[in-house]
């Protein structure tokens, strides 16, 4: 042993021993590893990351299309990658605050775009699109309320991939089969009046199923509510509004549909199977379909083929909005990416084919049931094909009747913080007035008592909203931090 | 000359060694965790966006934090969760090390690899399966419930909401179901070290299971108990996972299930508000090392009267 020792020592320099020598050698070696295993090396020149498998396979055919021809006049070649939407948006706020590169071509969710728009705005990770825009047309060309969430103190970021209006997907075998016409149906009062005799099956009195699919924990709802009413949590000025008139009546009204005598409404969460089954068992009778929702269904509850049907929402007020929005998906460009004259060019160009042509507008609506927020396709009859699932209905052509009238969208960063504060009202005041019903107290439901405590639990969110924004000092430019 | 020469090599070799052996650790310590440590303190002062838009705010973001009923909700849940695991789950570990090493026992191996499975599953997976126990109308829990209190006359109602109203309770059994075979094992390690003749003793001496539990095998066990203390707080003040996966990436209803690293997380991941989450973070240091200085205190405490 001794001497084995000796002889590995005789072959090192004096000053290093054999001990530091293997450390030193395994460290070497791992390191070489590690560095031949991180240098895969990309085929293409740029790349394009989206966070949504449809849309990559969707995209798959046409970036292969795109490279082909690119190939033979010289333009840039692109590769496509599929990423978790929590890992990509990671990457990205990791690279626009440390002001590394990501990919050239990123394809975000509208939440995952806010939260970029928290500093300055020349500090936006994304190009700066709104002269582009202008300049080839694009801001008349395409649905106005869709570059809402990409633009900040003027300046627009994203080009939009959709418009995402809202109708209302009811079960039209059973309230059709209970000689009920929806058309006649104009107020969510007109709602819970019409169908309200659908909810007790069994004649004891006691409801069995319920009329609208919405409980006080799901935000995505209240959203597009509180959007559909004209209120929200921001106003243009990105100002906090969350005790507005608007949304105490919502919340209010909405308390209404969650207990008490006039409970309409009941949970089956979305995108689990647990909210599949109870929809497909009939327990929620209508639920809020966004034009992309109509494809998971498609997919996840195939039983409900040609049961279900669109309508538009009923409105708050006779003569009301009957659309609202929920989601919202973009095209950026990091600054990163735009190193030289000539990149933007190169990306912008790809940007455009892969979200502006006609071929796209196609696979859009027959793959996803995603209409196009490019005004100029909306003729196109592809629109007007019944559709299966929905009973036959043309459900292309019903969204973009409606696509117009969507209401804009927030892109403050503090977004999501509003909208978590405003769902801890809805809980506190649904709770409150349940405990109190279960207390036997008869107003515990009245309309004037429900606003007068939603007043209340808004103005302690709103509070904390107004909290936050004074913390960014970045954002008192516009107006929210005061 | 040479002689002088080779044992000045031999002494610089021998004090530079050491330091070669421990550089790669050094240097990895210094750019990965001092670095990254002392940038929070400086970022726990500041608001930032990036590297280019940054401002220097003070103890700004600390007194926002002492008036920030968010951050209070999050200590309150927070403190709660711990105490449950503390005067639940521990004594429920303490308890069933017990029952595990009566002698004479059958099955010991199997049972212990049962109540041990538990912790080998990631928190994550174990989220989603409460999450799912849990829910209204097609939970395993309601249904259970429903289905057994029926024939006593009881309507247990299947829109019972534990996810809603007894949010706190739905984590606490979730997190006893994972941690308490866990915490067992150190227990039943302990137990197995006490010393027989000092039991031998007592029992000679006529003190009785409950007295002998209390003036013998706690006190034997107490260094151990004192370690499964400090580690249970730790690992409750850091609660994360569980809440954020049981509650969809949210902090429940009403922020009832939000804990202080969810506040953190929400400040400083979906906010961008790096700063505030850095201030965040220094006080849940704090708080830690206030808890372990209590904790070493009292084991000072008992050492010197031992």
């Given at each position: 042993m001794?001497?084995?020792?000796?002889r590995l020592a005789?072959?090192l320099?004096?000053w290093?021993?054999p001990?530091?020598?293997i450390?030193?050698l395994?460290?070497?070696?791992?390191s070489?590893?590690?560095?031949?295993?991180?240098?895969?090396p990309?085929p293409?020149e740029k790349?394009?990351?989206?966070?949504?498998?449809?849309h990559?396979?969707m995209?798959?055919?046409?970036?292969?299309?795109?490279?082909?021809?690119?190939a033979k006049?010289?333009?840039a070649?692109?590769?496509?990658?599929?990423?978790s939407l929590?890992?990509?948006?990671?990457?990205?706020?990791?690279?626009?605050?440390?002001?590394?590169?990501?990919a050239?071509?990123?394809?975000?969710?509208?939440?995952g775009?806010?939260r970029?728009f928290g500093?300055?705005v020349e500090?936006?990770?994304f190009?700066d699109?709104?002269?582009t825009?202008?300049?080839?047309?694009?801001?008349?060309e395409?649905?106005a309320?869709?570059?809402?969430?990409w633009?900040?103190?003027?300046h627009?970021?994203?080009?939009?991939?959709?418009?995402?209006?809202?109708?209302?997907?009811?079960?039209a075998?059973?309230?059709e089969?209970?000689?009920?016409?929806?058309s006649?149906i104009?107020?969510?009062?007109?709602?819970?009046?019409?169908?309200?005799?659908?909810?007790?099956?069994?004649?004891?009195?006691k409801p069995d199923?319920?009329?609208?699919?919405?409980?006080?924990?799901?935000?995505?709802?209240?959203?597009?509510?509180?959007l559909?009413?004209?209120?929200?949590?921001?106003?243009?000025?990105?100002?906090p509004?969350?005790?507005?008139e608007?949304?105490?009546?919502?919340?209010?009204?909405?308390?209404t549909?969650?207990?008490?005598?006039?409970?309409i409404?009941?949970d089956?969460?979305?995108f689990s199977?647990?909210?599949n089954?109870?929809?497909a068992d009939?327990?929620v009778l209508?639920?809020?379909?966004?034009d992309?929702?109509?494809?998971?269904w498609k997919?996840e509850?195939p039983?409900?083929?040609?049961?279900?049907?669109?309508?538009?929402?009923?409105?708050?007020?006779?003569?009301?909005?009957r659309t609202?929005?929920?989601?919202?998906?973009?095209?950026?460009i990091?600054?990163?990416?735009v190193?030289?004259?000539?990149d933007f060019?190169k990306?912008?160009?790809f940007?455009?084919?892969?979200y502006i042509s006609?071929?796209?507008?196609?696979?859009?609506?027959r793959?996803?049931g995603?209409?196009?927020?490019?005004?100029?396709?909306w003729?196109?009859?592809?629109?007007?094909?019944?559709?299966?699932?929905?009973?036959g209905?043309?459900?292309?052509?019903l969204?973009?009747?409606?696509?117009?009238?969507?209401?804009?969208?927030?892109s403050s960063?503090?977004?999501?913080?509003?909208?978590?504060?405003t769902?801890?009202?809805?809980?506190?005041?649904?709770?409150e007035?349940r405990?109190?019903?279960?207390?036997?107290e008869?107003?515990a439901?009245?309309?004037?008592?429900?606003?007068?405590?939603?007043?209340?639990?808004?103005?302690?969110a709103?509070?904390q909203?107004?909290?936050?924004?004074?913390?960014?000092?970045?954002?008192?430019e516009?107006?929210?931090?005061? | 000359?040479?002689a002088?020469?080779?044992?000045?090599?031999?002494?610089?070799r021998?004090?530079?060694?050491?330091?070669?052996?421990?550089?790669?650790?050094?240097v990895?310590?210094?750019?990965?965790?001092?670095?990254?440590?002392?940038?929070s303190?400086v970022?726990?002062?500041?608001?930032?966006?990036?590297?280019?838009?940054?401002?220097?705010?003070g103890?700004s973001?600390?007194?926002g934090?002492?008036?920030?009923?968010l951050?209070?909700?999050?200590l309150?849940?927070?403190?709660?969760?711990t105490?449950?695991?503390?005067?639940i789950?521990?004594?429920?570990?303490?308890?069933?090390?017990?029952?595990?090493?009566?002698p004479g026992l059958?099955?010991r191996?199997?049972?212990?690899?049962?109540?041990?499975?538990?912790?080998?599953?990631?928190?994550?997976f174990?989220?989603?399966?409460f999450?799912?126990i849990?829910e209204?109308?097609?939970?395993?829990?309601?249904q259970?419930?429903n289905a057994?209190?029926?024939?006593?006359?009881?309507?247990w109602s299947?829109?019972?909401?534990?996810l809603?109203?007894?949010?706190?309770?739905?984590?606490?059994v979730?997190?006893l179901?994972?941690?308490v075979?866990?915490?067992m094992?150190f227990?039943?390690?302990?137990?197995?070290?006490?010393?027989k003749d000092?039991?031998e003793?007592?029992?000679?001496?006529?003190?009785?299971?409950i007295?002998?539990f209390?003036?013998?095998t706690?006190?034997?066990?107490?260094?151990?108990?004192?370690f499964v203390?400090?580690m249970?707080?730790?690992?409750?003040?850091q609660?994360?996972e569980?809440?954020?996966i049981?509650?969809?990436?949210?902090a429940?209803?009403d922020?009832?299930a939000m804990?202080?690293?969810l506040?953190?997380?929400q400040?400083?991941?979906?906010t961008?508000?790096?700063g505030y989450?850095?201030a965040i973070?220094w006080?849940l240091?704090?708080?830690?090392?206030?808890?372990?200085g209590?904790?070493?205190?009292?084991?000072?405490?008992?050492?010197?009267s031992?």
């Amino acid at each position: 042993m001794q001497e084995q020792k000796d002889r590995l020592a005789g072959m090192l320099p004096e000053w290093l021993p054999p001990g530091a020598a293997i450390v030193t050698l395994l460290a070497i070696v791992s390191s070489a590893l590690l560095a031949v295993g991180a240098s895969r090396p990309t085929p293409n020149e740029k790349a394009m990351w989206t966070f949504a498998r449809p849309h990559y396979l969707m995209y798959e055919p046409r970036v292969e299309a795109w490279n082909k021809a690119a190939a033979k006049d010289g333009r840039a070649l692109f590769d496509l990658r599929l990423l978790s939407l929590p890992a990509m948006e990671r990457r990205m706020m990791a690279s626009f605050l440390g002001d590394v590169p990501c990919a050239d071509v990123l394809e975000v969710e509208r939440r995952g775009v806010s939260r970029t728009f928290g500093g300055p705005v020349e500090s936006v990770g994304f190009y700066d699109l709104t002269e582009t825009l202008k300049k080839e047309g694009l801001l008349e060309e395409i649905n106005a309320p869709s570059f809402s969430p990409w633009t900040t103190r003027g300046h627009i970021f994203g080009l939009p991939h959709d418009v995402h209006p809202v109708m209302l997907g009811y079960r039209a075998d059973i309230v059709e089969a209970a000689g009920i016409d929806v058309s006649t149906i104009e107020t969510w009062e007109d709602f819970a009046r019409v169908l309200g005799p659908l909810m007790d099956t069994t004649g004891d009195g006691k409801p069995d199923r319920f009329l609208l699919n919405m409980w006080e924990t799901n935000q995505d709802h209240l959203e597009l509510l509180l959007l559909q009413a004209g209120g929200g949590f921001f106003d243009e000025h990105e100002r906090p509004t969350l005790d507005s008139e608007i949304n105490v009546h919502v919340l209010a009204t909405i308390t209404t549909w969650l207990g008490g005598p006039k409970r309409i409404a009941a949970d089956a969460p979305n995108f689990s199977a647990v909210g599949n089954k109870l929809k497909a068992d009939g327990y929620v009778l209508a639920s809020f379909f966004p034009d992309w929702m109509g494809d998971i269904w498609k997919h996840e509850i195939p039983s409900l083929s040609g049961k279900m049907k669109l309508m538009p929402m009923p409105a708050w007020e006779k003569g009301g909005k009957r659309t609202s929005v929920w989601g919202g998906t973009m095209l950026g460009i990091p600054k990163t990416a735009v190193q030289k004259p000539g990149d933007f060019d190169k990306l912008w160009a790809f940007c455009k084919e892969l979200y502006i042509s006609d071929q796209f507008m196609r696979d859009l609506y027959r793959e996803g049931g995603i209409v196009t927020p490019v005004k100029k396709y909306w003729s196109d009859p592809i629109f007007d094909e019944p559709n299966a699932f929905f009973s036959g209905q043309p459900a292309g052509r019903l969204y973009i009747n409606l696509a117009p009238l969507v209401p804009n969208r927030n892109s403050s960063p503090y977004n999501t913080f509003a909208m978590y504060r405003t769902v801890d009202a809805l809980v506190k005041l649904a709770e409150e007035a349940r405990r109190a019903h279960e207390a036997g107290e008869k107003n515990a439901y009245d309309l004037p008592r429900l606003k007068a405590r939603a007043k209340a639990f808004l103005g302690e969110a709103q509070k904390q909203v107004e909290d936050v924004l004074k913390r960014n000092v970045f954002l008192a430019e516009v107006g929210g931090a005061s | 000359m040479s002689a002088a020469h080779s044992s000045a090599g031999s002494g610089f070799r021998s004090r530079l060694a050491p330091w070669l052996f421990l550089s790669p650790f050094l240097v990895c310590f210094a750019l990965f965790t001092l670095y990254p440590l002392v940038q929070s303190v400086v970022l726990s002062m500041q608001t930032t966006f990036g590297p280019g838009a940054t401002k220097f705010v003070g103890l700004s973001n600390f007194r926002g934090l002492m008036g920030d009923p968010l951050f209070w909700t999050a200590l309150r849940n927070t403190c709660i969760y711990t105490l449950g695991s503390l005067f639940i789950q521990l004594p429920l570990a303490l308890g069933l090390a017990l029952v595990l090493e009566t002698p004479g026992l059958r099955g010991r191996s199997w049972i212990r690899l049962l109540l041990f499975s538990p912790s080998m599953v990631g928190v994550v997976f174990a989220a989603m399966m409460f999450a799912l126990i849990f829910e209204k109308q097609t939970g395993l829990a309601n249904q259970t419930l429903n289905a057994m209190l029926k024939p006593v006359g009881v309507d247990w109602s299947l829109d019972f909401g534990w996810l809603q109203q007894h949010v706190m309770s739905a984590l606490i059994v979730a997190s006893l179901w994972m941690f308490v075979g866990f915490n067992m094992t150190f227990f039943s390690a302990a137990l197995q070290n006490v010393r027989k003749d000092l039991i031998e003793a007592s029992v000679v001496d006529g003190a009785g299971p409950i007295r002998r539990f209390f003036t013998v095998t706690v006190p034997a066990i107490r260094p151990v108990a004192g370690f499964v203390v400090l580690m249970s707080v730790i690992g409750s003040f850091q609660l994360f996972e569980l809440p954020f996966i049981m509650f969809n990436n949210t902090a429940g209803p009403d922020n009832r299930a939000m804990t202080i690293v969810l506040y953190l997380f929400q400040n400083g991941f979906e906010t961008g508000d790096l700063g505030y989450a850095s201030a965040i973070g220094w006080a849940l240091a704090l708080i830690l090392l206030v808890c372990a200085g209590v904790q070493r205190l009292t084991s000072r405490g008992e050492e010197a009267s031992a």
